[in-house]
């Protein structure tokens, strides 16, 4: 057992921050939470270590619920070009290098290096269609200490011919995934299909069996632009909508991660509420791409749950922290566009999306509450002006001044499921 | 004499980047650029002396065309806050602190250091009503040896007792930071009426006046928000529009700042034309504020100027980077809530407004062409992937990747007029 006393902040609701000054947060050899108190409520006396992080914040890491790694040598570079001509110029040849595992080594290290770097402890990942490069990758985040669920990508049309794999390859892919993950703790397995676009109904039905099957989450794309939209019910024109398609053959369910979302018609709605499919909102992509403005709010007050996204790199930044204030700046955008009918998300919302609702995604992770695994951050961005002074307020402050212009450096320690997780 | 060789990368227009690979920036010693050249047209040889910036970018420094100095103790908190509660609980209670000269020297001092960390050596300041502060940050950005144009705000109605000054007083403040001035050759007043609707008749008159007869520029806050401009239109209901209230006193002129214009009316868009009034893009604080998306394409295609603002502390960084890279996104979002039928901004167009445009507002600045000041900075951020393969393509690449997530350690050197301005 060891406690951590910190200036500790993090969202039990997506309503309103819990922050304990100067509080504890007792964990157990496993990296268990086994208590939280507040300064003047700590039962413990000597018999147990305590960690003191001075005037340091303590908050959960973050989780970041769509990231595609083989991307990360794109990061914040061709973005002022045409959807299709990034597609084809630059995300499709970066992603067919991974057939090659040296360069899958060199740019997967960096990736997950800047994943601890920028505080994300958990993460779902598209990889490839490349079984070798997966593997490695599910190798670098079980050495590194930290989590993912990692999906082999299946497609096998509408795509260059490079990066197709046939039914057989995707599912034996990702056999093989599991089979190699199996004593990682942290690392898993997800159901990948790219897009209803690159997925073959015959493809799409393989998937759903082998999440069924191997009780696997499943992760995709939904409704990022209007033109995808009418590209997906012309291929599927006995669909109701886009959502239906995956509805069709069972691929939304309480374990399922739908990226964007941007334009969902009410039919969509429908079926994510009816099927408990979690949304992954990602704003700075959503952005970049002059995709629209996801109408978050609509998708809250309708029950869908909604997590947070870098999704690079059509997002330019692994951080979180950067997400987050990207989804606040969009809703207020939002919120003017709709002359204040529509309330703009509040950093406890967007904080809670990236931490209790993304974790729940990887077991009890996200929150300091008994029984959650201790994945956290220190961060330290005192400033002369604050000096000495700490209460709700003013650690909300300085919470919020991190959010908007912290930066890595201010992040001091890195824990993941109790074990701190160095940077290199 | 002095040549810098690196890669220089710059915009004589908005529509492109000049390149040149290790290219050479010849600057006198009174720190003018007397050539530019590409790498196989220098005409020295040893009698100068060469700077080799070895693989490191050299761009011209960033302006920052609307900065609000006593708010930046407030940089990045409270902006889950209604607008009023904003600015009565911390913008103005922030404003009037600067009545003691103790307390403005110990942020406006942090506020000097944090610009010229983030690479701007050139800013047009609003200040406050106080004039020992005001002249006290003329002497900070003086003795730091970089640009600015500062603002003693004028405000004599609807604002708090403690932050209205009279005619008399603001007029006299800024005669005394002309005087406090004189002998600062980089430092220069600018009349500032704080906006409409703290400026009575009498004030905007006296403020037009001495703008004319000191030949002064001005700056003020244009059609920020729907509210705003009706209010405007309660209090002057004999003008055809918001900027033609400042019209009719005569203070929109080519030396006019205009911050915002979020919704010009067709009358706007005329007067502004007709005058040559520069609007002050300020993407960041947009979004902060929801205040909505400034329609800048428009404004562009009838050929108003338009610079970029950090406007801190709505915008919640003083990193003219994060400006460029909102700018853009926004333009995107606009783009996709048209139908594509606006275009987004490009990079080069953004890099333009806050290099060569803003730089205007202070003499040949902003630009590597033979008369211009040499205001650069020299950026570090090669990657391993890109070793040695040095071209148009790939520097390209490297200055769009610092632009959408480099950090102020990437900037490795910074110059006003010739001269190395040191960080702390």
Request: with cysteine; proline share 4%; glycine share 6%.
């Amino acid at each position: 057992m060891k406690a951590y006393c910190g200036h500790i902040i993090y969202t039990p609701t997506s309503l309103a921050f819990e922050i304990l000054p100067k509080g504890y947060v007792v964990v157990n050899d496993r990296g268990i939470i086994q208590g939280v108190y507040a300064s003047d409520k700590y039962p413990y006396g000597n018999e147990i270590e305590v960690v003191d992080l001075g005037n340091q914040l303590l908050i959960p890491a973050m989780n970041d619920l769509h990231v595609h790694a083989p991307q990360f040598a794109n990061m914040g570079i061709a973005m002022d070009v045409p959807l299709l001509l990034w597609l084809n110029k630059y995300t499709f040849p970066e992603e067919a290098k991974f057939a090659d595992i040296e360069y899958a080594r060199t740019i997967y290290t960096q990736f997950v290096d800047e994943l601890v770097k920028q505080g994300t402890m958990r993460a779902a990942v598209f990889a490839t269609i490349h079984t070798p490069a997966t593997l490695l990758l599910a190798d670098l985040f079980h050495q590194k200490g930290i989590g993912a669920h990692i999906g082999l990508v299946a497609m096998d049309r509408n795509s260059p011919d490079n990066l197709c794999n046939s039914v057989d390859e995707a599912i034996e892919g990702t056999n093989e995934l599991l089979a190699h993950t199996k004593n990682y703790p942290l690392v898993n397995a997800i159901i990948t299909p790219r897009f209803v676009p690159s997925c073959s109904p015959q493809m799409l039905r393989a998937l759903s069996k082998q999440a069924k099957d191997r009780h696997l989450s499943i992760q995709s794309h939904l409704c990022e632009t209007t033109n995808e939209i009418n590209w997906v019910m012309e291929l599927e024109p006995e669909a109701l909508s886009y959502a239906d398609v995956y509805h069709r053959y069972g691929l939304l369910t309480h374990d399922t991660l739908m990226a964007h979302c941007v334009y969902p018609s009410d039919i969509d709605m429908g079926l994510l509420q009816q099927t408990g499919t979690t949304i992954v909102h990602c704003p700075t992509s959503n952005c970049n791409l002059a995709s629209g403005i996801a109408p978050i709010r609509r998708l809250l007050e309708a029950g869908i749950p909604v997590t947070l996204g870098s999704d690079v790199a059509a997002g330019h930044d692994l951080s979180m922290f950067q997400v987050m204030q990207s989804a606040i700046q969009m809703s207020k955008l939002n919120s003017a566009i709709h002359k204040r009918q529509v309330s703009a998300l509040s950093l406890s919302e967007v904080f809670y999306m990236a931490t209790k609702l993304g974790g729940s995604f990887f077991g009890k992770v996200g929150s300091f509450e008994v029984g959650y695994e201790f994945d956290a951050l220190v961060i330290d961005n005192d400033s002369p002006m604050h000096d000495s002074i700490y209460n709700s307020d003013t650690l909300y402050t300085r919470l919020e001044r991190f959010v908007y212009h912290g930066n890595v450096y201010q992040i001091k320690k890195r824990y993941c499921q109790g074990k701190e997780i160095l940077i290199k």
